[in-house]
């Protein structure tokens, strides 16, 4: 049995060494908010935080991360979605199918932590998601609400 | 339901075409090849009789069991393997409308949502007419199962074509008012009063003369033993609160936080896990595999035939599953279509172009006569590639088969198609089988065919009782998908010595979606569906332009490659044609493009209207900004009027930065303006997706792009300023789903065309350098 920490708690897992991080998230951990997409780490759709760092998870083979390192997927980016992200995304409608959106969101987590008061440029830049459905203006206008606080009370 | 009429003679809807639900063997003793042409006859037939009878509502009465169909929502409950067909119970009614004691409404949606926001949209038009409260209104999905059960209460499940709304909304408009007077009939019984003096809001039922209240919850129980009545008027969409109003989703929670439930996700308890190849050429067949050599590998069930053509490997967790069929020893017999090429295919449709041979779509007098006659004539070719949907989650079902019973668990566009290819695989009468739906994440066409569904139950019934998940890989759909049909065509116009159009003939050659699905629905040979866009006239696409002497027709030529609808599908290519040929006849007579459209809508209103709109609030009056190109683009289809004006540059390098679209829609009636703009928003970036990087390519007979890597979408930086008009004019219902996808390309093609002189002609436009000469 490995271990991974993830969402703040080490969890026991049974895998090889070379599958990737997100079929163990989704098949042995249960935590499928981290969804497949293309496996080749082109759209995005398999975003978490490895000690903060946005990733591509399914490329990261598990036994490349260490035991200690600090995983957040979708489901534990905060306490009852309440990140402004999250709050922006609601209020602004932005999900069409939604497949894709968890890990927009975790870019867009990512990109606020690194630049609180991101340009258009920077969403441009760490924004490479692929959405089919097109939510990608209302992605924006999410990501700059949030920035801003989160939609008002 | 006039819409629905109209699109009954114009083209089969799409629950026509594609559920072909065979006979009941139970009941009817029908061969299996009269089934589809017998099983469409009877389905039209109770179609009607539950649209235009009786429609039944239901309330639920406590102490009898509701049906279980799957809750929509936030944190989606895995639904039970196994659990009977609910809705069957011989106490239940069931069909739109439940209110609970508890005052909570719960709304049956028929259709699927796959982020067009039809859920949310069919809630509304049922939550107007039911005048209750929407903050505590939930939904649900029925079975097909219970539909079938039930003479198809809900009548059709499939969500294609942009027809949730468009021709659902009596019904189920229908099924809300229905409640309410039954509703409001019960509290008048109590107080013995008129119903008539009787208001109600929110859920709220006024006695008016006595100032008396009650509540939807304590007169539900007796409400539903009156008899419904049969003499419904429906409000006057101007007295609407809830439909046409900017209300949020219902859906949307479950999508921030990773807790809604999509196919993919789904998890039943034994379940194991199946990743399949098919022959990578279509019609090629499976030669031989050594499944001995991966039998040891971890995980690893059973490596199980699929037809003859495919082989997959059920193993506990997909990963294994698909490493495990990477590593097996595979050979494939590639059958008669190995040498097809995309130059192959170009030429066979090359050879339409001018074919003696056509089939006539639309024509006034006479277009070879007027042009052989014209002072000018104005000609170019013009192509569309194959384009896969790729759909943000891979196909995929899960299946559960025993020799008694096989239930699915799939996203999937149509309900009833799904059953009737679940019975079909699993060798059972629809009667045995149910289809449980969840969530899609994407659809755009792809998931209203079912061959991955069989494919998850022909693994399941070799497993039996062992609930079994197939997940496509990417690189398995971006190579087997139902592909966008691929076709070229010819325009030629005459022009007279004023540069009035006297003759227009368009010919399309190419690929016919229905007859490569459903050839038995072919009209005398006609594939309505090409001429998308391009009719004298219907809720499929009038031709706007008037042109005294008119041809349009399709030579078609059908490739083995497998077409399917695709959002949008033939008005996308249709309106690159006729959009981008109408600028190129602009050119060459010396007129603006917007003139030459004007002059042209003169008897078509509704065209000109969008049209007028947009060119207004892109300023088109006013000279564009240095560098900039504008272009103009107008289509009908799938009911609805629609126009874009795109605003682009093309640096020194080539590279083209798209800077705004303005795009206005006319759908008739907007159930919820907010969502028809993240329609129209999400048209530009599938449509542009499209027009930018999307082809599939083939060689030696198979698929050349294998993921995202090869078959770019755009990206959040390539993506336009959209700004929406949406002007609903009333009086009909269309859709939004797909129309606007249609004048993307073509508006900025032009707007290419204006910025640089440079005439792109086949798609996509990666293939072209825009590069100064």
Redesign the interface.
Known sequence: MASLNVNGSARQFD??PE??LL?VL???L???????????A??G?CTVHIDGVPTRSCVRPVSSVGANEQIV???G?AP??SHAL?RS??AL??????????GM?MAAAALLKAKPKPTDAD???A??????????????AAIKMAADGGPKA | MESTAASFTDLPPLAELDTALPAEPATVAAPASRGRAASVARRRFLQGAALGGSLVVAFNVPFVRRASAQAMGGGAAAPAAGSAAAGTHPDEMNCWVVVNPDESVIIRVARSE????TLTGLAQLVAEELDCDWARVSTEYPTPGQNLARNRIWGSFSTGGSRGVRESHEYVRKGGATARMMLVQAAADEWKVPAAECSVAKGVITHKPSGRTTTYGKVCEAAAKLTPPTDVALKDPKDWTIAGKRL??L????????????G??L?LPGML?AAIKACPVFGGKVKRYDAAAIGSR?GVKKVVPVGDYAVAVVAD????AKTALDAMPLEWDFGPNAAVSSASIAATLKAGLDAPEAIVGNQAGDARQAIGAAARKVEAVYSYPYQNH?????MNATARWTPERCEVWAPTQNGEAALAATAEAAGLPTAKCDVHKV??????GRRGQHDWLGQAVTIAKQMPGTPVKL?W???EDMTHGRYHPITQCKLTAGLDTDGNVTGLHMRISGQSIVAGLFPQNLQNGKDPVVFQGLNAGGAEGAFGYAVPNLLIDHAMRNPHVPPGFWRGVNLNHNAIYIESFIDEVAQASGQDPLALRRKLLVKSPKHLAVLNAVAERAGWDKPAPPGVGRGLAQIMGFGSYVAACAEVSVADDGSLKIHRIVAATDPGHVVNP??VE?QV??????GL?AALFGACTVKDGRIEQD???TYP?????Q?P??ETVVMPSGGFWGGVGEPTIAVAAPAVLNAIFAATGKRIRDLPLKDHSLKKA
Not at chain 1, 30 to 40: E, S
Not at chain 2, 439 to 444: E, P
Not at chain 2, 681 to 686: P, T
Request: with cysteine.
């Open positions: 895998a090889e599958t990737p079929w989704r098949e042995q249960g935590l499928t908010g981290t969804k497949y997409g293309c496996g080749i082109q759209c759709a997927t979708i489901e980016l009852k979605a999250q995304w609601v409608d932005v999900p069409q199918c939604g497949f894709c959106q968890s969101i969403i441009d830049e924004m490479t998601n692929i959405c089919r459905c097109g939510t990608y203006n209302r992605v924006r | 796959m982020g067009q926001g949020q989703r859906d949307t929670a479950g999508k921030v936080d990773g807790s809604q439930v999509y993919m996700d998890k896990n971890p967790t997909w990963w294994r790729a759909t943000m989650e891979v969530n899609l994440g994407g659809g755009f997940i890989s990417r690189e907010q969502q993240a928003e999400g048209s530009f970036a599938y997706s993921n995202f890597s979408a755009l990206l959040m930086a993506m300023k959209v």
